[in-house]
């Protein structure tokens, strides 16, 4: 490959690869829970927002392909 520049200049920030991970004590999802959320509490209401999804995902794959046939088919 050719460059319109001879010499082009490198980059000023690191590498993008830079293979620094956080460690585990500096990074931490729970760490963004606030300390007076009930645990409990909080899974019930992300495990039925996913029940939630999950039927309107159904609902609509099934929905869809039956409008479809529907409006092609004069029905």
């Known amino acids: 490959m050719s460059s319109s ?3 082009p200049t ?3 920030g690191g590498a993008a690869n830079d293979s620094q991970a956080l460690a585990p004590e500096e990074f931490s999802l729970v760490g963004l829970v606030p300390d007076d959320v009930d645990m409990g509490e909080l899974s019930r209401r992300a495990e039925r927002l ?3 999804v999950v039927i309107g995902m159904v609902a609509c794959l099934t929905v869809g392909p039956l409008v479809y046939f529907v409006f ?3 029905i």
């Open 5 to 7: 520049e001879p010499n």
């Open 10 to 12: 490198p980059p000023t």
């Open 50 to 52: 996913g029940n939630i």
């Open 72 to 74: 092609i088919h004069g």
